[in-house]
């Protein structure tokens, strides 16, 4: 059975990300804060700890500690570095 899980960008501060994110579509019952402006090209063992993520307000149903934010994450820090800003919306399906 697959998971469909959405976030959408409730505030920017800065180059903190404040996203709202949940289990199904439009369920933002969960909160996470991102800031990936620091890392240029691929995440390695050197720049990790330039890379800020942290869960405020975990979602129902997250099983780990960054489990569904986790997915988030990778998707908007590739969307950052494409696209040079922060997606305001977007969803991930992990079937």
């Given at each position: 059975m697959g998971l469909a899980i959405s976030f959408k960008l409730i505030e920017l501060n800065g180059t903190i990300a404040k996203y709202g994110y949940g289990l199904n579509f439009d369920n933002f019952e969960g909160i996470f804060e991102v800031d990936t402006s620091r890392v240029k090209g691929e995440v390695t063992a050197k720049n990790e700890k330039d890379i800020y993520f942290n869960i405020v307000i975990p979602c129902n149903g997250e099983s780990s500690k960054f489990g569904l934010a986790g997915k988030l994450f990778v998707k908007i820090f590739r969307y950052y570095q494409e696209h040079g800003h922060y997606p305001?919306?977007?969803?991930?399906?992990a079937g």
């Amino acid at each position: 059975m697959g998971l469909a899980i959405s976030f959408k960008l409730i505030e920017l501060n800065g180059t903190i990300a404040k996203y709202g994110y949940g289990l199904n579509f439009d369920n933002f019952e969960g909160i996470f804060e991102v800031d990936t402006s620091r890392v240029k090209g691929e995440v390695t063992a050197k720049n990790e700890k330039d890379i800020y993520f942290n869960i405020v307000i975990p979602c129902n149903g997250e099983s780990s500690k960054f489990g569904l934010a986790g997915k988030l994450f990778v998707k908007i820090f590739r969307y950052y570095q494409e696209h040079g800003h922060y997606p305001k919306r977007g969803g991930h399906y992990a079937g």
